[in-house]
């Protein structure tokens, strides 16, 4: 009987054993981004699937509150060698880390992957491949990407004679629009019905730029937002506020609040911004476009990229890699986009049931989507991190009325040339 005993103790030691060996093997990934509200809850519910259908892998996800927070967080981490093992990011931050030889070459990690194939980096849109390669090696790769788009008040349109179907295609019609839907109304808290509402953008004056037939950066590097398409850029808007009245400027999301309100008809925002404005009830019909064009139809994206940190343990980037690589599949891309309205990083996602069901429903968002065949990207120099602040400041100042457009760009130019410099002396 004692030896009976001492076997079945014996068995029950050996299998907890098993399981703490079992359990020791699951490769956990710490994941730092800065997702919050319906955006973070549908990442999270994302990372839970991942981490059900991946036995091996645990992603543990850390949300920061802001993207200024999140890369001060880093930067401090990297400084005390206890960076994550995977973080969003943008392209300026992407070059710091390269110098900094902190950061895993993700082409070495395709290579190493049988599973991905040329095929699956053909799918990549070309702007999200191209912005995230860096001397022909890829260090990041896509993860939530944005557009910037309209959304428009059919009710308005109608109300005026418009075709609430249609939405202007060019800077001339859009103008037109504007001029049509600005008016006099005691009904409103500003006493004013408006045809549109800015805030000061760098990234709506990147795609104005871009429209123009400008750049940000000229072939050799150096800053071109004073071109005299950017000059044109920001004199279409200051012109739209104070030749014609009909957009007034407004602060972060008070002009989407006011859209919201029915004070403003128009309104230019993220592609996201439709994920925040479900939040609450939309008393009109509201309608999506695509940005109007000018001489081009060029659309600059933004929104955040993925790194994977050195750590020293390859089955861990690995495995970071994995959750990567299934967070941009066909269907997690189209999946996350529908809840999120980011865009697809995958063409072969278009053709998805998740977004063509979404389009069915929603036909007006295929001009937003169709946006990416000729979108281009943000300055991947680390200097663009600070300028855009700088370039900001001095929109601003051409936006109230305190600077002409030339002199707002020309000093933003100045001070971009200054950050190149200094970062090319840190070189």
């Known amino acids: 009987m004692r030896n009976k005993m001492l076997v079945i103790i014996l ?22 981004h800065g997702l919050s509200g319906p955006l973070g809850d549908t990442l999270n519910e994302m990372i ?10 645990e992603v543990v996800a850390n949300p920061i509150s802001s993207y200024s927070a999140l890369s001060q967080k880093l930067m401090a981490s990297i400084q005390a060698k206890k960076q994550p093992d995977i973080a969003q990011v943008f392209e300026s931050w992407t ?14 990690l395709i290579d190493e992957d049988e599973n ?13 491949k191209d912005s995230n390669t860096f001397d022909g ?16 008040n059919k009710d308005d349109f109608y109300r005026n004679g418009l075709d609430p179907d249609y939405f202007p295609k060019t800077w001339e019609e859009f103008r037109k629009y504007a001029n049509l839907l600005t008016y006099k109304d005691d009904t409103r808290s500003k006493g004013q019905h408006y045809g549109t509402n800015f805030n000061v953008n760098e990234w709506q004056f990147v795609n104005l730029l871009h429209q123009a037939g400008g750049e940000v950066l000229d072939k050799d590097g150096n800053p071109a937002i004073n071109s005299p398409q950017g000059i044109e850029a920001l004199s279409f808007v200051t012109d739209l ?5 009909s957009v007034y400027l407004v602060q972060e999301y008070d002009g989407q609040n006011d859209f919201m309100a029915g004070i403003a008809s128009m309104y230019e925002g993220s592609s996201v911004s439709i994920t925040h404005m479900r939040q609450q009830p939309i008393n009109f019909n509201i309608g999506y476009a695509p940005l109007p064009t000018h001489r081009t139809g060029k659309s600059a994206v933004s929104g955040a990229n993925i790194v994977i940190f050195k750590s020293g343990d390859r089955k861990r980037e690995k495995a970071a890699w994995e959750f990567v690589k299934w967070f941009t599949d066909t269907d997690q891309t189209a999946r996350f986009s529908v809840e999120t309205s980011y865009m697809p990083v995958r063409r072969s996602a278009m053709n998805s049931d998740i977004i063509q069901n979404f389009l069915i429903e929603n036909p007006q968002f295929k001009g937003i989507y169709d946006q990416l065949e000729h979108a281009v ?31 707002a760009l ?3 130019a100045k001070k971009f040339s200054e950050l190149i410099a200094a970062e090319k002396r840190k070189d």
């Open 11 to 32: 068995a029950a030691l050996m299998l907890s054993s098993c399981g703490k060996v079992l359990t020791s093997k699951k490769t956990k990934v710490s994941f730092w």
């Open 48 to 57: 839970m699937e991942f981490n059900r259908n991946h036995e091996d892998i």
């Open 95 to 108: 070059s710091k880390y390269i110098e900094s030889d902190v950061i895993v070459s993700i082409s070495d």
């Open 116 to 128: 991905f194939t040329d095929e699956d980096m053909a799918d990549i849109y070309p702007v999200f």
């Open 137 to 152: 090696v890829i260090y990041s790769f896509p993860f939530n990407k944005s557009v910037r788009a309209y959304f428009y």
């Open 241 to 245: 506020m104070y030749k014609d009245k």
């Open 377 to 407: 990207f943000e300055p991947q120099t680390g200097a663009w991190f600070k300028a855009r602040v700088e370039l900001k400041n001095y929109l601003e100042y051409a936006m109230r009325n305190e600077m002409s457009p030339k002199e």
């Open 410 to 412: 020309d000093n933003a």
